[in-house]
Nanobody
């Protein structure tokens, strides 16, 4: 049973940067699309970004395009979310997710999630 462990969250001012990491312990990333969701206070959880099995394809919500970059290092069982030019509306708990075996990144967008991390808090002040 895979366990996804996020790290790298914190508090920054608007315009700042953070790099989130997600380590898959007791499991693997090989053969799975991976991604990030977030949940802001009082709002529903929303898709943020996804990366394909090969790492060659990525998908982002419009509000984070050109500011967030998702990447993966399967040898280290880790995915990353590089976030720059952060805005107060990016404040949320960020969750790492793993799809189903050999699933496509569109599946993550559709909510086809095989495993969730526990979340890491990102707070952006104005």
């Amino acid at each position: 049973q895979v366990r996804l462990v996020e790290s790298g969250g914190g508090s920054v001012q608007a315009g700042g940067s953070l790099r989130l990491s997600c380590y898959a312990s007791e499991g693997t990333l090989d053969g799975y699309a991976m991604g990030w969701f977030r949940q802001a206070p009082g709002k529903d959880r929303e898709f943020v970004a996804a990366i394909s099995l090969s790492g060659r394809s990525t998908l982002y919500i419009d509000s984070v395009k050109d500011r967030f970059t998702i990447s993966r290092d399967d040898d280290k069982f880790t995915i990353y979310l590089e976030m720059i030019n952060l805005k107060p509306e990016d404040t949320a708990v960020y969750y790492c997710v793993r799809g189903h075996p050999w699933g496509q990144i569109d599946g993550l967008l559709a909510g086809e999630i095989g495993a969730w991390g526990q979340g890491t808090q990102v707070t952006v002040s104005s």
